[in-house]
């Protein structure tokens, strides 16, 4: 859509902070006020706006969107979103394995290994490796702590950590960063070592690439705004 707008401001409410495109107040795609609950969110959603040119690009304001679901989606789901992030504990990448003696398998280890084991001190649990894709149960013990730190997020943080779950498979790797255990470049890495190994052996695929550049962008993305949340 073309600009609308020539000013982008902000606002101190009574819940936060509106942003204002010429003094008007800017409503989420469910007709909610966009309020954020600090000035260094509300600056850096006011700053996607304002670095529009004559058309609006919504793909070229990640911040905004995490924002928007924060309010319409996640806020009044906030059990639903808790509980869903909580399910790739179940599931986790870094307790899928190669079978032993294969080269993956050792280069999981070496990479994996230190974010799990980082985990399980951090939380005292114990999470259970396993070869193949077949599912293995985890512990209740070890699920519910790891969900607690889920449950104490805000819906902000929420519709961040979100993405950071999801691109990954891993509630791990998203806590571990979260955290700031490992730096994103690690984590990154991490989530991504079976793609990367296999253009390794076999060579890029130009598609396969750009896909991962597009989820790595989603993925700052998201980090950015856990950040921003978090203060």
């Known amino acids: ?34 309020v954020l609950p600090t ?11 304002d670095a529009q040119g004559d ?7 990640p911040l905004t969107g995490f924002a928007n679901a924060a ?38 280890d070496r990479d994996w290994e230190p974010i799990l084991k980082w985990a399980e001190n951090r ?12 599912h293995q149960p985890q512990s209740t013990h070890s699920l519910s702590r790891l969900k607690a730190p889920v449950m104490a997020m805000d819906p902000f943080t929420l519709a961040g950590f979100s993405t950071l779950t999801s691109l990954g498979g891993s509630l791990v790797c998203a806590l571990a960063l979260l955290e700031k255990a490992f730096d994103s470049e690690r984590i990154w890495q991490a989530i991504c070592l079976e793609e990367l190994w296999q253009e390794e052996l076999w060579g890029a695929d130009g598609e396969a690439v750009q896909a991962r550049e597009h989820r790595r962008a989603a993925f700052d993305a998201a ?5 921003i949340a978090q203060g």
């Open 71 to 108: 309010i319409d989606q996640v806020a009044p789901q906030r059990q639903r979103f808790v509980d869903d992030i909580a399910a790739y504990g179940e599931t986790d990448t870094l307790c899928y394995r190669a079978d032993p003696g294969d080269p993956l398998a050792e280069r999981q």
């Open 223 to 227: 980090w950015r705004f856990c950040c």
């Open 1 to 34: 859509m073309k600009r609308f707008y020539k000013t982008v401001t902000t606002q101190p409410v009574d819940n936060g902070h509106a942003l204002l495109l010429d003094n008007r107040p800017v409503k989420t795609p469910l007709r909610e006020p966009l």
């Open 55 to 61: 058309e609006i690009v919504i793909a070229s304001m």
């Open 39 to 49: 000035v260094a969110m509300a600056d850096a959603v006011a700053g996607e706006w």
């Open 123 to 134: 939380y005292d649990i114990s999470m259970i490796r396993v070869a193949g894709i077949i």
